[in-house]
């Protein structure tokens, strides 16, 4: 048997399907992963040093700066087919939810499933001082093409500088949203884990987890990053043309 027949099997057995997903499904949709090379105004920075609370001490415009711009780019790319494939599976009749790695909004985007960011999300800034989540007017969140250097707003509450709602280098995930994936990806009966590098700890640790939980977990990767489990299937590929195809043959 191939490995689409045997995703196959697995899923007529399947009610709750849990998509864990990382940059590898971004990608599909044009933005950039980590290890591309910056273009334009940001060329000369390293990503690394601009996500972390000591950047934003030391030169807070600068990280507000590459923040709106990032929020900006990842606006104007849209859902891939990938992101598109994950809201078949619930419209299929599956009971969906995604834990994503992103930051972006596509899966969002992509339809209405229930979906946990672990690292944070860029939809909303959150102040520096207080955490408290804050709304960017239109004004606020718009930047001049050639524009680096932003002051980051101040917080209404506690006139604090906001800084974006993500997971900085050095900091530890959010529990409440660890705890909720956690009660996701051990209850469902299939993970598929899409475009992950499986570096980034602990959110690589999930696959194995599912399969201690009895999941069928269902790699869907550019490059083998199977673990060696019997209950684990390998479609080598991106995201954007293996989903479709594993839906096409249900
Ligand atoms: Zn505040």
Redesign the pocket.
């Known amino acids: 048997m191939n490995t689409i027949a045997e995703g196959i099997q697995a899923l007529k057995k399947a009610k709750r399907l849990v998509f864990f997903t990382g940059a590898g499904i971004s990608a599909d949709s044009g933005i950039p992963t980590y290890r591309d090379p910056l273009k334009g105004l940001w060329k000369k920075h390293d990503p690394s040093l601009l996500e972390t609370s000591k950047a934003f001490r030391e030169n807070p415009a600068l990280v507000w700066g590459w923040y709106l711009w990032r929020r900006e780019q990842w606006g104007l790319a849209q859902p891939s087919c990938g992101h598109l494939a994950i809201n078949r599976f619930s419209e299929m009749g599956f009971d969906v939810s995604v834990v994503t790695q992103n930051i972006d909004d596509l899966h969002e985007r992509a339809g209405p499933q229930q979906v946990v960011h672990l690292h944070g999300s860029l939809a909303k800034p959150k102040?520096f001082?207080?955490h408290?989540p804050a709304d960017l007017s239109a004004k606020q969140a718009a930047i001049a093409d050639d524009a680096a250097l932003l002051e980051p707003p101040r917080?209404p509450?506690?006139?604090?500088k906001l800084r974006p709602d993500v997971v900085w280098f050095e900091e530890k995930l959010p529990i409440d949203i660890w705890k909720k994936a956690m009660a996701l990806v051990k209850s469902c009966d299939v993970l598929f884990s899409v475009g992950t590098s499986g570096i980034v700890m602990p959110a690589a640790d999930i696959p194995a987890i599912a399969l201690a939980s009895g999941a069928t977990v269902i790699h869907v990767n550019i490059a083998d990053v199977s673990l060696g489990n019997p209950n684990e299937l390998m479609l080598i590929g991106r995201a954007a043309d293996m989903l479709p195809h594993l839906l096409s043959s249900l």
Do not use: D, Q, Y
């Open positions: 102040c001082a207080c408290r917080c509450r506690c006139n604090g």
